[in-house]
C-alpha cells in the first residue's frame, strides 16, 4: 500500500462483495456476480453492479441461495470482461468488504489471468464490527442489520445489496467512533481494529486520542 492510500479518511472506500458458485477459487469456484459502492467522504458517489458468466452451469443450491439463475448468467459477459472494468473502478481506492479474506481471494484470482493490479488494501468489516460491536449475537452482515436497525430492501446474497448494507454498516462503526472522539479516522486505524484484541482496544483509542 502507498504511504498515500495508508493514510486515506476510512470514510473514502470501496466496498465491494461477491457472489460465487462456491467458497474457494483454489477449488475451481468461479465469481458470478460482483457488486460496489464507491464512498467519497461518507456519501455514495458511485455503483458498479454486473453479473458475469463463469462459463460453467451453477448449481441448484447457488441458483436458490443467491436467486442467481443460470439463465442469467447465459447472456451475462465473461468474468474477464466485466473484471477488467472491475479492476479500473477500483483503482487508487482502499477496499472494504464484509468476511474480507473471502472477497479478496475471488478479487486476486479473478484479476490475476488479466494481469491488472490494485494499490489498495484491503480492510474486513466483520472483524470490526466484532471489536465495536460486541453485543450483537452474530456478526454475520443480515443479521449486524437486524441488530442495528440498519435500512435495507430485503434483498440479501446479491452482491450490489450486500455491497450497500455493507456500506451502511461501514458508515455506522465510524460514526460509532465518531462518539468516542476520534473522529476522521484513517484507512489504516480501521485495519488495526480489526487485529487489535478486545481487551487492547482501549488502549489503542487512548492513543489515536493522544489522552
Known amino acids: ?8 479518511p476510512a470514510h473514502s ?3 465491494l462483495d461477491f457472489e460465487t458458485t462456491g467458497l474457494s477459487p483454489n477449488m475451481g469456484d468461479r465469481a458470478i456476480e460482483i457488486g ?15 453479473l458475469m458468466n463463469p462459463g460453467f452451469r451453477v448449481s ?15 447472456t451475462a459477459q465473461p468474468c474477464a470482461e466485466v473484471m477488467a472494468q ?7 481506492s482502499n477496499l472494504v468488504a464484509h468476511n474480507a479474506s473471502f472477497d479478496k481471494r475471488f478479487l486476486d484470482a479473478e484479476l490475476e489471468p488479466l494481469n491488472v ?11 470490526i464490527a466484532r471489536r465495536l460491536i460486541q453485543d450483537a449475537p452474530s456478526h454475520k452482515l443480515g443479521e449486524l442489520v437486524r441488530f442495528k436497525r440498519i435500512d435495507h430492501d430485503g434483498v440479501f446474497h446479491r452482491a450490489l445489496a450486500d455491497a ?5 454498516l461501514w458508515m455506522l462503526m465510524l460514526d460509532e467512533l465518531d462518539q468516542q472522539h476520534i473522529r476522521n479516522p484513517e484507512f489504516r486505524l480501521m485495519q488495526t481494529i480489526s487485529k487489535t484484541s478486545k481487551q487492547a482496544l482501549d488502549g489503542v483509542f ?5 489522552s
Open 1 to 8: 500500500m502507498s504511504s498515500t492510500l495508508a493514510h486515506t
Open 164 to 168: 450497500q448494507m455493507t456500506a451502511k
Open 86 to 92: 472491475f479492476g479500473e473502478f477500483i483503482a487508487g
Open 13 to 15: 472506500v470501496i466496498v
Open 206 to 210: 487512548r492513543k489515536v486520542r493522544g
Open 60 to 74: 441448484s443450491f447457488i441458483e436458490g441461495y443467491t436467486g442467481i439463475t443460470n439463465n442469467m448468467l447465459r
Open 36 to 50: 460496489a459502492v464507491k464512498l467519497v467522504d461518507g456519501e455514495v458517489v458511485d455503483t458498479f453492479q454486473a
Open 117 to 127: 493490479g490494485y494499490s489498495g488494501q484491503f480492510a474486513c468489516s466483520m472483524l
